[in-house]
Structure formats: structure tokens, C-alpha cells
């Protein structure tokens, strides 16, 4: 599957690293918290590390290195990357309003009441939402899957979390543009579909669908070729059970990957979450933010760009404990903030786990995720699929464990 490198060479202790997989083995495979688990570990893009463990799901067919996993949010990088191309292009610009492209959001308000059995209250006229909004999650949209308030509850009504099957993406926007926003754009933090919203910018700006667009732009390029917005014809049996967590039970299947809807076309290419892919494709999109934009001589952005992308967004500097109106998994809180697409560590003391500053990352419903460490050169890539992603703390337990391996650190104040 991987070619290793020698981990030692790279700054490993081959004894520590060789712990994770017994480590994943008795805690969540053969315990049955986890179906399966994939994982890579690379320094300066060279794999050191690859663990396989379990099983496709319940036929119990053993798990394939090319299995196809729901990447659900890890979507979220990629199109933020499709939609900064079009910045460095100055077809769109970070600070313009959404509004150019979507005519739709001309008139939003923020919620002032209302929902339910009862209709949403004449709310106050929002500030103009921008792009950098949307990217940021700094937007007032919210996701159904939030299930605070009666907001949430109107999404959960339209179904926008699953939009694929009913929805083409004009009517995505059309619909979420009548409900009120959680907050004033600018002005708060939630995880939201703002990143869908996104996504259907880079179609009306481009002209493509967006699915089109990732594969010319970025999937040919960068040789991700088992990446897509539902599975490819004929490769069912590739995809992987879907499960979701029980309470005192073994996780109940909930989507089998040979019957899915993910093996038939879909109206909505989910920008926040839509994606079906594979570990190595996505190491090899994770080696190229380390790159700063590049792998083997494709540029897909500039370093300026990345460099933009994974510093802190959140007015003077906060973390997310300050500015978040949800709780989530996809991101430890304390010491977090968040950038354009990507949350990131900007003070490792209070994540409570070893990282570097600077680092960012992010995951998927299904407990998957990846993190990419400018510092130490670390990438990881991690493949499951238990719902929801909080069920577990085996991201706090992987970057441990990784860390814990490492033996010639490049930060300053960590070398002997």
C-alpha cells in the first residue's frame, strides 16, 4: 500500500511507533468499539507508518488498503482550496459579498424569534455576509445536526445536512436564503453549512459542477484518482459499512456500503461534506498542504495562500472557547482557532496534548481525520466509520501516541 521509509532516519523511534497498533487493536478493534481503522503517519510526505485493522463491515471481509470511507467534513479542506484558486485567479475576492454571487442573500435577517408551530418572527436586517464569512464558519448558519434551537430545527425540516438526494444546488441556496441567520455575519463562530454554500460558489463562478471542478482542478492533478462525490461505477464493493455509535452496545450498521445511495448519482455535491475517498488520496492532498501547495510539481495553490489559509481568523486572535455558539469534535476547543477552512493550534499549552503552534487539521462525522504539522513536517491521516465523531477520544490518543514516537523535534525549544 505505502512504501515505508526508514522511521528512525526520519526522526522516530521504530519501538514507539510500533505500539499504535496494538494499542488500536485491543481498544477499539477487537473490543468492537471500531469496525475497522486505516492509518498513515508521514514526515516530509514519506510514509513511516501504516496501520490496516478490521474489517469492510459486517460480511467481515477483511479491510482493504483501497477501501472507500465518507470523508463527510474532511470535504471542507478541499473546497476551501477550490475556492481560494478562484481567489488567486481575482475571479472572487475574500472580502466581497456573498451576495455578488448569490442574489439570494441580498435580504438575509438574524433571528428574532419564532419557529416551530409558529413562523419565524421579522427579524433584524443582517450585515452584509462576505466570503471570508463563509470560510470561516464566522457566517450565522448553523447545521440541523446541531439541535439547539429552532433554527436547527427548520434545517433539520429542509434536510440541507443531507441535501444529496432532493435537493440540485439552486434550491439548496434558494431555500436556506428564507430562514433567519443565528447571528450577524462576523460576529460569532458556528459549525455550519457554510462550507456547502461555499462549494456552490465555485459552480456559479466557474461555470462547472463542483465535483467536475475538484477533478480537473485538483484530484487529476495531485493523482487522487479513487476521490468523488459518491462512489465510482462498479466499485461498491469497495465501500465501506457505515455505523453509529450505541450506548452499552457494539455500533449498529447503519448503511451498508454494497446497497448505498452513494453508489447512484446525486443532485447536490456536498462542498461540506460529500466526499468518498481513500486513505492514500488523501495523504496525498495532505502532503501537499505540508508542501505549501505542491506535490510532484502540481501547483494547485501558492505557499501565500496556504500560509493565509491556516492562520488564525477569529477577531484578536481568540480561541474558540470564546467564540463558538456550539460544541463539536471535529476540533479540540481550548487553544483552537480557526482559519480559512482549517482549524488550527495557536496555543499548544491549552489543547492539553502535544502539537505544535500552528498545526491545523480537521475530521469527519464518521471519526475520521488528519492534521498537518508545518513544524515537525507531520502528516496523519485517519480512516473509520462510527457516527458521531465524538463518540471516541482516539484523535487525542493518536496525536499521542504519534508525538510521543517522535525523536528529533524541529521546534527549537524541544531539541535537546
Known amino acids: 500500500m505505502f512504501e515505508l521509509a526508514d522511521a528512525g532516519t526520519l526522526g522516530f523511534d521504530n519501538e514507539r511507533l510500533a505500539r499504535i497498533a496494538p494499542f488500536l487493536a485491543k481498544t477499539y478493534i477487537d473490543s468492537g468499539r471500531l469496525p475497522n481503522a486505516q492509518l498513515v503517519i508521514a514526515r516530509d510526505g514519506q510514509p513511516v507508518h501504516y496501520t490496516k485493522l478490521g474489517s469492510m463491515g459486517d460480511d467481515k471481509r477483511e479491510l482493504r488498503d483501497d477501501a472507500l470511507f465518507r470523508i463527510a467534513s474532511m470535504t471542507k479542506p478541499v473546497t476551501s482550496i477550490a475556492f481560494m484558486q478562484l481567489v488567486e485567479q481575482c475571479e472572487v475576492a475574500l472580502e ?20 416551530g408551530a409558529i413562523p419565524f418572527a421579522p427579524g433584524k436586517p443582517a450585515s452584509a455576509m462576505r466570503f471570508v464569512d463563509l470560510l470561516t464558519h464566522m457566517s450565522g448558519l448553523t447545521y440541523g445536526l446541531q439541535n439547539r434551537n429552532n433554527i436547527d430545527a427548520a434545517y433539520r425540516e429542509n434536510n440541507f445536512d443531507f441535501a444529496r438526494d432532493h435537493l440540485d ?14 447571528f450577524a455575519p462576523g460576529t460569532g463562530w458556528n459549525y455550519s453549512v457554510s462550507t456547502d454554500v461555499l462549494g456552490v460558489a ?4 466557474s461555470g462547472m459542477r463542483l465535483g467536475d471542478y ?10 487522487m484518482t479513487d476521490t468523488h462525490f459518491g462512489v465510482a461505477e462498479g466499485q461498491s464493493e469497495r465501500l465501506v459499512d457505515a455505523y453509529a455509535y450505541q450506548p452499552g452496545h457494539a455500533p449498529k450498521m447503519i448503511n451498508a456500503g454494497a446497497t448505498s445511495k452513494l453508489n447512484e448519482p446525486g443532485a447536490f455535491d456536498s462542498g461540506g461534506g460529500g466526499l468518498i475517498g481513500t486513505i492514500a488520496d488523501y495523504h496525498r492532498f495532505s502532503t501537499m498542504l505540508l508542501n505549501g501547495g505542491e506535490l510532484d510539481g502540481a501547483r494547485i495553490v501558492s505557499p501565500k495562500t496556504i500560509r493565509l489559509m491556516r492562520t488564525n481568523h ?5 480561541d474558540l472557547t470564546e467564540m463558538s455558539s456550539s460544541l463539536f469534535s471535529e476540533a479540540n476547543n481550548a487553544g483552537t482557532g480557526f482559519g480559512l477552512g ?9 489543547t492539553l496534548m502535544p502539537s505544535s503552534e500552528g498545526e491545523f487539521y480537521w475530521g469527519g462525522a464518521y471519526s475520521t481525520a488528519f492534521f498537518v504539522d508545518p513544524v515537525e513536517r507531520i502528516t496523519m ?6 457516527y458521531p465523531s465524538s463518540t471516541y477520544p482516539i484523535r487525542r490518543q493518536l496525536k499521542t501516541l504519534i508525538y510521543s514516537a517522535l ?3 524541529y521546534a527549537d525549544g524541544d531539541r535537546p
Open 96 to 115: 466581497e459579498p456573498v451576495a455578488r454571487i448569490f442574489p439570494e442573500f441580498a435580504d438575509l435577517k438574524v433571528y428574532a424569534g419564532g419557529g
Open 169 to 182: 444546488s439552486d434550491a439548496f441556496i434558494e431555500k436556506l436564503s428564507k430562514l433567519p441567520l443565528e
Open 202 to 205: 465555485v459552480e456559479r463562478i
Open 214 to 223: 475538484f477533478e480537473r482542478h485538483i484530484f487529476a492533478p495531485l493523482g
Open 314 to 318: 477569529l477577531p484578536n486572535n481568540a
Open 342 to 350: 482549517f482549524a488550527m493550534v495557536i496555543d499548544p499549552s491549552k
Open 381 to 386: 491521516v485517519f480512516m473509520t466509520q462510527v
Open 407 to 409: 525523536t528529533d523535534s
